[in-house]
């Protein structure tokens, strides 16, 4: 029972998003609309982890069997804080200087 309270979260907060979404759509809306559908779309995901936690494949791999290696998973995060940070600098670069190079028609 107490895992039933814990989980009937998602659902409910997936009907109530839902609803705002819809409400927001009929108001002519444009950016809560997207951020609603976005929403939408984790609790999704959401549900879905819960609903299989902790089994990778139903019932013969957990999360823990199906994970790599501690030193593994450290290798990648620390190439992760090194590589991302120029990842996004590199794009935030190339936006700023291609900034107003397009007309209003586009790419096309």
């Known amino acids: 029972m107490p895992g039933v309270l814990a989980t009937a979260q998602v659902p409910l907060l997936t009907i109530i998003i839902a609803f705002l979404f819809f409400r927001r759509l009929q108001g002519g809306a444009t950016v809560a609309p997207f951020l609603l559908s976005l929403a939408i779309f984790a ?19 957990t ?16 190439g992760t804080v090194v590589i991302m940070p120029m990842i996004l600098a590199y794009t935030g670069w190339s936006y700023w200087v291609f900034r107003g190079k397009v007309g209003t028609h586009g790419y096309h």
């Open 43 to 61: 609790l999704g995901f959401a549900g879905l982890g819960i609903s299989l936690f902790p089994y990778i494949v139903p019932d013969s791999i």
């Open 63 to 78: 999360i823990w069997d199906a994970a790599a290696p501690e030193r593994s998973q450290l290798f990648m995060l620390v």
